[in-house]
């Protein structure tokens, strides 16, 4: 009986054990990085997944020159040509990266984006700034301008290519969004996913330059499934930098580490993050299409506003995340919009959590009118007090006149009622009248 009941005990701890460990996760499936800071985000939503000092400012080094590629997509025509000043091909490092370009060189806008993203060329992004903003600082606002746009408030640019400059920092937070934006942009995958590119000649160069890519992501030696675009990046301040996209099975992720102590280490440490998110996360549906939620349109006052959303929203999270702890919080924004307001709504995990990052991001909702309990609100904000009382009072004129006109119209009935009762009395009494006649003659005269 012992023996069994032994034997009963061990397959029960077993089968404990086993179902432990399928739906609860390890402490040791935490990627382990060697950068000093780091970010997994979903590049749809921009939800962040996984950080470590995400907000530390940091040298970017030449992941810079990725909004520098956005920048110069955005603006111009890749079939544009540029031409080198003396500025901008004497301007950087010397050893720095370059592809040899002299003063009044001229080359297409196309080529100068491929030597920025393959070659890391400091002369072609100093060429690209000078032709888009005019010279290299007005660029340089043009892409602290960008990321303020973009919510990267943590970043400030002082350069187009990233060489150290004390005033050039930004964070791995801050690269994630700008990465998430550079994306969307048509023809940028193309440009920071190439390996190789060959340039056309130009008028001081007749022989045809080649580019061949040193990001072990796109060269072949780390043959990842599913890169997008990638950028690196090295100074002696900044070390070692890597910003990356990639895409599997319909989910898109962002992850840059920045400060890494090794070349490779940057590799490992995004390959780590890259893993976490397509593995260990599910989609989970945080606010279904049509769900309506009554909010004050401000605390000041008593007017309500229904918001909703028409499309379903979906968030990840880690699978030994419950979604019902997943929690909403709504607010309005004040935007000055007369025609109607904007809700934010955000989702949050209540408490931190060590297997993901506890914010979930946030949605806008325009309402597309205002609620009918708002609507003098807003008229008054167009009208003035004076011109809200004469609208009262206008409206209270009105309503009388119709209480009156109703009034008249009643009592023309009831006097209507009243003549034709009389009317009708009066024939009956002419026609007893008429009758009693009758008879007296039928009597006098006989029948």
Known sequence: MRKVFAAWLVLTTLVFN???????????????????????????????????????KEY???ITKVMTGLLALEYADTRATLTMSREAVFSITRGSSHIALDTDEELALKDALYALAIES??????????YIAGDCEAF???????????????????????????????????????MA????????????????????????????????????????????EGI???????????????????????RDLIVVVMNSNAYRGTYLDTMKLFDYGFEEFRDVMVLSAGEEKELPVSAQSDKNII???????????????????VQ?????????????LTARVSFYLPEKNEYMYEDLGSITIDTPTMAAADALGSTQDILGPVGVFILKTIKTLFIIILGLAALILVLRQINQMRLRKKRDARHNHYRINYIERKNDSDDLYGK
């Open 121 to 130: 060329a400091n002369d072609c992004a100093n060429g690209i700034a000078e």
């Open 307 to 325: 918001v909703k959303t028409d499309s379903d929203i979906a968030r990840l999270l880690h699978k030994s995340v419950s979604p019902d702890l």
């Open 328 to 340: 909403n919080k709504y607010e309005i924004l004040e935007n000055g919009d007369q025609a109607g």
């Open 140 to 178: 340089a606002e043009l892409m602290n301008e960008r990321a303020r746009e973009l919510g990267a408030v943590n970043t400030h640019f002082a350069n187009a290519h990233g060489l150290d400059d004390p005033e050039h920092y930004t964070t791995a937070y801050d690269m994630a969004l700008i």
């Open 60 to 62: 970017p080094a030449s």
């Open 18 to 56: 086993l179902a432990w460990g399928l739906g609860t996760a390890r402490a040791d499936d935490l990627p382990i990085l060697d950068a000093d800071a780091a970010v997994l985000m979903d590049a749809r939503t921009g939800q962040v997944l996984f950080a470590k000092n995400k907000d530390k």
């Open 228 to 250: 997008t675009a990638s950028k690196l990046g090295w100074t002696t301040n900044a070390r070692n930098t890597l910003v990356t996209s990639a895409s599997r099975e319909g």
């Open 181 to 224: 934006q550079a994306i969307k942009i048509p023809g940028f995958t193309e440009i920071f996913s190439a390996n190789y590119h060959k340039m056309s000649p130009t008028n001081l160069q007749e022989k045809e330059r080649e580019f061949h890519c040193k990001n072990l992501f796109l060269n072949g030696i780390y043959d990842y």
